[in-house]
Each structure stands twice: as C-alpha cells, then as structure tokens.
C-alpha cells in the first residue's frame, strides 16, 4: 500500500470562508516573498482525486483514514499487470498482440484482442513513465466506500418516493452535470501545473540572461523582490471571475489541458463510421506501444482482450450512447499482448449548439493494487444498482 507523509497543518483555523494555506504553502510564501510566486506543488502537494471526480484534500482527513487511503500511482512501473486472487497478486495471461487485433492490416476494422499467446513475444518496453510528475493521482479509500454507500441508500429510498416526471427531470440534471464532470478540473489542475515548471524554467534562463549581460549589482537592482513585485501585479487577475474564465469553455480548455499536461488520450469522431480515432497523443502511443499509423481510423476496441471486464466495456457504451462524461477501471492490452490497469475517463465534446462533435478518451496506467480495490468497488456499486432496479421492479407491480 502506497503510503503518503503525515499532511501538513493548516496555518489558519479550519471552517472559515477562506480556508488557511498549508504549512508548504506558507513557508514558500516566506521563502519567496508574496502569495503570486506560489507554484502548484505547494498548493495542491496533498491533493488527490477519486474515480467518480470528487477532491481528496490529505489535510481534511484524520489520520486513521489518511494512513488507509491509496494513491493509483507506482512505485515502480510494472510492464505487465496482476489480478488480485485471495491475498496474493497473479499475473494476467499474455494474449497475441497486434496480431489478435487487425491493426497490422491496413484498412481492416479494429478487433477486440482474441487469444492467449502460446509463446510470449518480444516486451515493448515503455520509452517514459506513463504517468508524469506533475499528474495529480487518483485516491481509492475506505472513506470513499463508506460515503457511496451513505448516499447510496438515501438516493435508493427518495427515488422511490418521486413520481416518474420528477425521476426524469432529476435523470436530466444529472445527466447535464456529468457532461461537466468535476474530474475535468484534474486535467485542468495538471495543465496548471506543467505551465507552471515550464515557465519557472523559462523564467530562470530569462534570470541568468539578465546576470550575465547587466553585471551582479544592476541585475539585482532590476530582480529586487519590490521590482517583481510592481511587476506581477500587472499579471494577477482583478477578479475571481476573470481568473476562471480559462473555465468558461471547458471542452475547448479541456482539450488544451490534456495536450499541455502530456496525457494519454485519443479523440474519436462519433460521425464517421465505427467512431474511429482522429487523434492519438504521443503519451497514449507511448503507453499502449502502437504506431500513429496503426491507430489512426480505428475503433479503440484493440485495447480490450480476453480477460477485459465486459461490464466495464459495457460502461464506456452506455456513456457514449448518452453523451455523458464517466470513469472506470478496466484492464487493457498493449501491443504486444501484456497488460495495464485503466483507470480511463471518457467525455463528450460539443459544439456551440450542444451537439456531439467528439469523444476524448483519457488513459491513466494505475497500480494492481489501486485497480483491485476499486474494481470492487465498482462490483459491490453494481449489486447496490441491480437491488435498486429489482426494488423499483417490485414497488411498481404493487
């Protein structure tokens, strides 16, 4: 179990309107003088995000549940994946790899991979860690089971009391929620992130120019904290609202997040025929060990092979039938027949008009253990759904 440093006190008393920062946050503020030099580690350092989009803040939990709560990242990155049976780890069989899925055969439709392999092939290696730095982890906790089940059982009991135009209306909220999702704001946190490292990079080449072709004592003149800071102030927003307005055309901002935080992620067009990849970002080439050429105009059904959870695939259908944005964990197959638990995030894109121009697929290689905890969860989700329709069922033939 991934196990996280003991999280940092907040400096202001906690249930005020403006939450205090963390004690990281505070000391890079004295460090550095004003709250604008901050970067993204030293504000989101403790935060995680479940499946479902929902923010994990280490800080706000007590340490029982703090010490339980597992991250999606690797120690190690793992080239084939396990499936937990009992207390112990197995790994998954091979299967046959490209061979199994048409894609070495120009202008065939994609297959899902058939077949266990009877002689293993040559391991396509990965040419970088699936998951960079700066991408933000999933959780999976016991807090997060104990909250599904509490408003589980409260959705299930209040459904039951509405009438049939109130569950359609309430159908069609959340139905226009999720093509929002919260889990957006992960990408985009990441986006913001990465931005931020590069132009601290950028801004210490600028710092270096400025020493070597001003001498010490102008340079310092000229980098003083007061100078920067009559400086940044012309680069802060004046309002909240200006600020977020990066978020007021969330596929467009999406999109852009995905691309700066170096994620895996493809983009299919649902009007051409068998909705096949249109784009394919070097991460998830990299990741699954396909060439551009391969994937380009296919259905991203390669991914799936014979020991892929056909309900989660089922999952991903129905998203897509009802253009909402979802999340599942789901084994996939690379190339060459080995294996990597997904924890995969689709969304719909639209047009000004509100029609469906796309769908974003994002890939997130996640641990064995963090896959199997909550693939049980979404198992144990599952039964709670059957009960519910099963009850449902029951009341109305009453």
């Known amino acids: 179990m991934t196990s996280f440093p003991p999280a ?30 901050l970067n993204l580690d030293d504000i989101f350092g403790d935060v995680l995000f479940t499946p479902d989009g929902d923010t994990v803040f280490l800080n706000d939990q007590p340490e029982s549940v703090r010490s339980e709560i597992l991250g999606s990242g690797e120690a190690v990155i793992s080239n ?16 046959t790899g490209i061979a199994g899925t048409q894609l070495d055969k120009p202008g065939m439709p994609s297959t899902v991979m058939i077949g266990t392999a009877t002689s293993p092939a040559a391991q396509v290696g990965f040419k970088q860690p699936p998951q960079q730095r700066h991408h933000l982890q999933y959780a999976s906790a016991p807090v997060m089971k104990k909250r599904s089940r509490r408003s589980g059982g409260s959705s299930s009991s209040s459904e039951r009391k509405m009438s049939e135009q109130q569950k359609v209306e309430r159908r069609e909220r959340n139905r226009e929620h999720a093509k929002r999702s919260r889990i957006r704001k992960k990408f985009l946190l990441e986006s913001l992130q990465q931005s931020v490292t590069l132009l601290k990079e950028e801004n210490d080449k600028l710092r270096n120019s400025i020493r070597s ?23 802060i927003a004046n309002t909240a609202g ?21 994620q895996n992620f493809v983009v299919t067009d649902p009007s051409l025929p068998d909705n096949p990849i249109v784009y394919a970002s070097q991460g ?3 990741l699954t060990g396909y060439s551009l050429d391969q994937v380009l ?7 799936q092979g014979p020991e892929t959870d056909p309900k989660a695939v089922e999952k991903i259908r129905k998203s897509i039938e009802d253009g909402s944005d979802m999340s599942v964990c789901l084994l996939n ?40 905890n909550v693939c049980k969860k979404q198992d144990d989700d599952e039964d709670e759904d059957d009960e519910e329709k099963e009850a449902d069922n029951n009341t109305m033939e009453q």
């Open 297 to 303: 105009g296919r259905n991203c059904r390669f991914l």
């Open 80 to 95: 084939h994946a396990s499936r937990q049976d009992g207390k112990k780890f197995v790994p998954v069989a091979m299967a």
């Open 242 to 262: 200006d600020a977020n307005k990066v978020l007021d055309d969330p596929d467009f901002s999406f999109i852009k997040a995905l691309q700066t935080a170096q």
């Open 213 to 235: 072709h001003l001498g010490k004592e102008e340079a310092d003149g000229l980098l003083s904290q007061k100078s920067m800071e009559a400086a940044a102030g012309s680069l």
């Open 284 to 286: 998830f080439l990299n």
């Open 8 to 37: 940092p006190a907040f400096a202001a008393p906690r249930g005020e309107d403006v939450p205090g920062l963390s004690a990281s946050a505070s000391a890079a503020i004295a460090a550095r003088g004003t709250p604008a030099t």
């Open 333 to 372: 197959y690379r190339v060459d027949g080995s294996t990597f638990w997904n924890q995969f995030f689709i969304a719909a894109l639209r047009d000004a008009n509100g029609n469906i121009t796309n769908y974003v697929g994002v890939q997130c290689k996640v641990s064995d253990q963090y896959a199997a």
